[in-house]
Nanobody
Framework: QVALVESGGGLVQAGGSLRLSCAAS????????MAWFRQAPGKEREFVAS????????DYRDGVKGRFTISRDSAKNTVYLQMNILKPEDTAVYYC????????????????WGQGTQVTVSS
């Protein structure tokens, strides 16, 4: 079993920035893809960004392209999500996830999940 622990959430004003971190309890090179999802109250969980462990390929949902950047530090077994120019509609619980399969935006393909971290953007 692998534990993923998110941190870095909080309250920020619109236009501000936050950096989320996801620390894995063991070598994340055992996974091929790491991703961030989010879920707002009353809404379904949605894909935010993913990165292959090689770092060669990343993917973003349309609404965050140009504002969010996903990266990984293999030495620290950690994946990051840098979020800039935050908007109130970015408010959600953000989850880190890991998959041994191919990169995908489908949440059901990810076997391991963190507990989530709250991000709240005020207008």
């Amino acid at each position: 079993q692998v534990a993923l622990v998110e941190s870095g959430g909080g309250l920020v004003q619109a236009g501000g920035s936050l950096r989320l971190s996801c620390a894995a309890s063991r070598r994340t090179s055992t996974y091929s893809v790491m991703a961030w999802f989010r879920q707002a109250p009353g809404k379904e969980r949605e894909f935010v960004a993913s990165i292959t462990w090689s770092g060669r390929t990343s993917d973003y949902r349309d609404g965050v392209k140009g504002r969010f950047t996903i990266s990984r530090d293999s030495a620290k077994n950690t994946v990051y999500l840098q979020m800039n120019i935050l908007k109130p509609e970015d408010t959600a619980v953000y989850y880190c996830a890991a998959s041994a399969g191919a990169a995908t935006q489908n949440h059901w393909a990810y076997a391991y999940w963190g507990q989530g971290t709250q991000v709240t953007v005020s207008s």
